[in-house]
């Protein structure tokens, strides 16, 4: 037990993620490059929307011809043509004139302003009257609006949200530069898990582990690679973790539970080449017994194998550590949900404590309502939607305190 | 224009879901299970964990056993045996005995509870002694605590994160039946849209619309099927529309910004087969322009052009439509955020507003800031965080007022 004497804060373990790095860059499609992130700065080549563009249906006109107009005085306005979408304008607009436009149609040279058509009425076939003035560049969109030409629009390590991906395309990059999708090794260990297809004899459970933290995986963008069930046994486990880390930029090792295994897995660890143990032990609550060693430059995990423990152990810092491989600037899908605590927490001072809780609306805001629940028990994660944290230096919270929940 | 007249509110729209069905179910692999949709209940077929198991690392005893003891008055106790991990105990433990046993390990029979390794001591290799006692049920799981054989551990509609699918793994699921992945086509409309491979003269723009609508459609687990670029032609669209309908769960037009084409989509999608415009405007902003067909029993939306508009109704009815296609009993990720707004916000009454707000933290609560900007500019939705909504009877809304932000 040695090994769990000096345990190290979440923080701390969390600032050794300094010593890990981004993994490789592809070109990659942008039909495929949501939820990957970029591995460039991307520079808008041309203006956009590169001309002046109408954002209302109407009349383009010079605002200056409808100075004054009003229900009771409307400006006349000589129709000078309709404009085409996706086609420059063949005339130029000259003041007392108007043109009928689209939304997103081309302003014809010298017009400046939209003149919205509920504002109007086409008389005959020829004029035009307008009801209300417009101001210069109103209803408009200028060429260099959205982003003017050789401006940064995106910068290295955004995450590529639907509208990221929408601009790319709109500036023409059909193709763009992505770091990877972190491949994650993830070995189940222990004597008494079983594959899923096989039935359990009483002292057995299934092999639950590898699939919450494959999905947990997947759902942080990255890329699950299953190395299956490794008894408890130092050799099996160090060939299996030795191709995990060969293959994988990141390899997690659940289970181990035992005694026995827990100690010696982080002899396997340290007996792996080119390899540091950085973290034995976390004071966090459910996840005390997390290992962290870096091999081959690449971050593996010891997790608790009680699933609860190991989900939250991914959730509050093996994921933070994902992001750092997968090149994110900043960790955009991370916002916590700020919710009202439903009853009093008890917490042990020196550690920290995450708290399953189930959330619900109450008049606009959140109520956070605690699971209560052995953390071997898969119910408790199944009913909860969140984890609220509970600091070292807390030593429990009251009914009503106002929490931050990371959602699950 | 005079579609656009008798426009219909949110909720108006959003009870016309009802009209809808959810689409067929298939068997999937577990593997494969994050993110889809559950088409069955699970029965637990045995109880979990199935035996007697071990929280903590340390000794079976019999409760009994260790009442009264303390450090200076320790509890002696006959060791009985190790338990290895995943076999059954070959020997019944009695009254005064105590076999040593790891996290995760099957109690011996006679057995009720585990006194922590920390509170004891092996002494020789034959006695322990134990300095705090215990009470019965400590430190372990019930063989039925966590789901109990017959029991319904989840039900038809549950969207499935890593903990469904690691408890239906951890039950011997490793088939499920699930709502298929419904196909959400996707086709872009306007003689000024070209392919972003394309170079654009003045007047026209490249295809944003087809690569943002995508991504919005796979965020919410869709699979989006691209069917380009339609000129502003009735014919060509209600062919392009007839095949995606055909072929698709639901689909999205987008564009026919054109006074003229946004009169025909309506058209066109009437002249369809078996299809009934339900809905001609919507009473929000942006998004006015929205139309809603049911062709052959299937929602077809007609979108604005204007980038964020069509974001914004994909993200507040479009994606409730796609909830009900793929079968889900509630809308587990659509959770809204609270925070705190930082400046007053005019807003019209009898439409609902939906404000782009970058959010930023502020000792541990949210600050929305409101992203100003035109709906035809792609950089207010690269800037923003999420939509703010102001209802339809709200004149606006003062600094500081407490608002629910949806994520973007």
């Given at each position: 037990?040695?090994?769990?004497?000096?345990?190290?804060?979440?923080?701390?373990?969390?600032?050794?993620?300094?010593?890990?790095?981004?993994?490789?860059?592809?070109t990659?499609?942008?039909?495929?490059a949501?939820?990957?992130?970029?591995?460039?700065?991307?520079?808008?080549?041309?203006?956009?929307?590169?001309?002046?563009?109408?954002?209302?249906?109407?009349?383009?006109?010079?605002?200056?011809?409808?100075?004054?107009?009003?229900?009771?005085?409307?400006?006349?306005?000589?129709?000078?043509?309709?404009?085409?979408?996706?086609?420059?304008?063949?005339?130029?607009?000259?003041?007392?004139?108007?043109?009928?436009?689209?939304?997103?149609?081309?302003?014809?040279?010298?017009?400046?302003?939209?003149?919205?058509?509920?504002?109007?009425?086409?008389?005959?076939?020829?004029?035009?009257?307008?009801?209300?003035?417009?101001?210069?560049?109103?209803?408009?969109?200028?060429?260099?609006?959205?982003?003017?030409?050789?401006?940064?629009?995106?910068?290295?390590?955004?995450?590529?949200?639907?509208?990221?991906?929408?601009l790319?395309?709109?500036?023409?990059?059909?193709e763009?530069?992505?770091?990877?999708?972190?491949?994650?090794?993830?070995?189940?260990?222990?004597?008494?898990?079983?594959?899923?297809?096989?039935?359990?004899?009483?002292?057995?459970?299934?092999?639950?582990?590898?699939?919450?933290?494959?999905?947990?995986?997947e759902?942080?963008?990255?890329?699950?690679?299953?190395?299956?069930?490794?008894?408890?046994?130092?050799?099996?486990?160090?060939?299996?973790?030795?191709?995990?880390?060969?293959?994988?930029?990141?390899?997690?090792?659940?289970?181990?539970?035992?005694?026995?295994t827990?100690?010696?897995?982080?002899d396997?660890?340290?007996?792996?080449?080119?390899?540091q143990?950085?973290?034995?032990?976390?004071?966090?609550?459910?996840?005390?017994?997390?290992?962290?060693?870096?091999?081959?430059?690449?971050?593996?995990?010891?997790?608790?194998g009680?699933?609860?423990?190991?989900m939250?152990?991914?959730?509050?810092?093996?994921i933070?550590?994902?992001?750092?491989?997968?090149?994110?600037?900043?960790?955009?899908?991370?916002?916590?949900?700020?919710?009202?605590?439903?009853?009093?927490?008890?917490?042990?001072?020196?550690?920290?404590?995450?708290?399953?809780?189930?959330?619900?609306?109450?008049?606009?805001?959140?109520?956070?309502?605690?699971?209560?629940?052995?953390?071997?028990?898969?119910?408790?994660?199944?009913?909860?939607?969140?984890?609220?944290?509970?600091?070292?230096?807390?030593?429990?919270?009251?009914?009503?305190?106002?929490?931050?929940?990371?959602?699950?």
């Amino acid at each position: 037990m040695n090994h769990f004497f000096n345990v190290k804060t979440l923080e701390e373990v969390f600032s050794l993620v300094e010593q890990f790095s981004v993994v490789g860059t592809q070109t990659i499609d942008i039909g495929g490059a949501c939820s990957r992130v970029l591995a460039e700065d991307l520079i808008a080549k041309t203006d956009m929307p590169g001309f002046r563009r109408a954002t209302m249906d109407g009349y383009a006109v010079h605002a200056v011809s409808t100075y004054g107009a009003s229900e009771s005085s409307p400006a006349w306005l000589e129709l000078a043509g309709t404009i085409s979408m996706g086609r420059v304008p063949g005339f130029v607009l000259k003041p007392g004139q108007a043109a009928h436009i689209s939304t997103g149609g081309m302003l014809p040279k010298g017009a400046d302003s939209v003149v919205m058509v509920e504002h109007t009425d086409l008389v005959d076939g020829e004029s035009v009257e307008v009801y209300k003035s417009v101001a210069p560049l109103q209803h408009v969109i200028e060429a260099f609006e959205d982003f003017a030409m050789d401006q940064t629009v995106l910068t290295r390590g955004t995450f590529i949200r639907p509208q990221e991906a929408g601009l790319a395309a709109g500036l023409g990059f059909s193709e763009l530069m992505a770091y990877k999708v972190p491949k994650v090794g993830i070995i189940s260990t222990g004597d008494e898990i079983i594959p899923i297809t096989q039935e359990p004899v009483p002292g057995q459970i299934r092999d639950i582990n590898s699939y919450t933290l494959a999905g947990l995986i997947e759902e942080a963008h990255g890329l699950p690679v299953l190395y299956g069930i490794i008894d408890d046994d130092p050799s099996a486990l160090k060939k299996a973790c030795e191709k995990a880390v060969d293959e994988c930029d990141m390899v997690l090792i659940s289970g181990g539970s035992s005694v026995g295994t827990r100690d010696y897995t982080v002899d396997v660890l340290a007996s792996l080449p080119d390899t540091q143990i950085l973290v034995q032990g976390m004071s966090v609550s459910p996840g005390k017994p997390t290992i962290l060693a870096k091999s081959s430059n690449k971050p593996v995990w010891g997790l608790p194998g009680q699933v609860v423990s190991a989900m939250v152990v991914v959730k509050i810092i093996v994921i933070p550590f994902l992001q750092k491989l997968q090149g994110y600037k900043k960790s955009v899908r991370q916002i916590r949900v700020p919710a009202k605590l439903t009853r009093n927490l008890a917490s042990a001072p020196g550690r920290r404590d995450f708290v399953r809780v189930i959330l619900e609306n109450d008049q606009g805001s959140l109520l956070a309502r605690p699971v209560l629940g052995k953390s071997g028990l898969i119910r408790t994660m199944i009913h909860a939607d969140g984890l609220l944290e509970i600091g070292e230096h807390v030593e429990g919270l009251e009914k009503e305190a106002l929490v931050d929940i990371i959602l699950l």
